[in-house]
């Protein structure tokens, strides 16, 4: 931990309530006390004031994990969850000193207000404040040649290695906020070919490509073997991974995706979306894609989310676009692989996915063997940026279970 990253707050009498706990309320009172701590050891607690701003609470959540008791010690980190136009989010973890067991996570959504009460856009300096720290912690985007096209990856951090690939038609920045909270763990995130930041190939691919380009990836970092994480299409591609260099993947997340291939419908879905591409460009993409993408909470609540996923998927070029669909169009049905998966398989699925039932997710978890399955309550198709305490939690207890 990074000094000045971390606050240490011991827990009185009066924090807890009558039976002597700590419960949600007064965590949310030290979450709050600890965001003030660190701005005193920083800029100073009239940071806002100075910049004619105040840092409004739009939404907070506490996730209460073990039981914490007057006289202990508690370790506060902060990360940046997301930073947008006229607000942020922080993302909070609260670990015992005495044996560094998370006690509990906190989220909180906060919009800049002006003197007349409306948003006004994040200071500057607020955001090298908190902008910079989280920087630091979470390292910045490389570009790698892979296999003869210039890949942009987010390579953060050291030990057993989480290999993250991300959905159709985003790229590698939506697992930040779950990549942020797992310290100790190696965290690689690439763009995958012709999406993002990374080239686009002249000639069309296939799962296989990718999945290629991602072996290719981990022997340029020198990575034997990793937990390959997959939102979506990326855990299609995670399927192909499977079973084109078993030896490669430790763990296998399957976050909102499925292992059937598809069908004749869904196959002639993906040919009009390519046809209209060709035809009009892609930026018609996000506007019909994006209210199914998310879930009607996260759309009617959490603006800064959708215009970051809007952000993303009006970026990418025609071409990178229409070599995904036909890559998906055309893969293989992962339901024969399912019973003969030996490794650790963790899958999770939004409550509100409107692209993939939870229903069908929770078959494809059945029929792994001894997979884990999990639920993430108010989560559509993009659960890792619209529920990222709960969903970074979910996976990372998964992961410290590897260990």
Known sequence: MESGTAVELLVYPDDCDAYGHLNQAGFLRLFERARWELLARGPGVDLFERQGVWPAVRKASV???RQVYPGEHLRFDIEVGHWGETSFTLLQR?????NDEVAAECETVFVTIGGDGRPVRVPAAIGQFFGVRASRRTGASRQYAVRGLSTAVDLTGDGPAVLFVHGF???RTMWRPIAATLTGWQRIAPDLRGMGLTEVPEAG???ANYADDLVALLDQAHVERAVVCGMSMGGYVAFELLRRHPGRVQALVLVNSRAAADDAEG??????????IRRDGPR????EMLPRLLAPTTL?????VVRQVRSMMTVHNGAGLIGALEAMRDRESALPLLPEITVPTLVVHGSDDQLIPVAEARVMAEQIPHAHFAIIPSAGHVAPMEQPVNTGRVIREFL???L
């Open 63 to 65: 996730e209460f994990l």
């Open 94 to 98: 609260a670990r015992k000193l005495a």
């Open 169 to 171: 038609p985003l790229d």
């Open 205 to 207: 691919y296939t799962m």
């Open 267 to 276: 196959r002639t879905r993906r040919d009009g979306m390519i046809a209209r």
């Open 284 to 287: 018609f993409v996000a506007e």
């Open 300 to 304: 009617q609540t959490m603006p800064d």
């Open 400 to 402: 410290e279970a590897l």
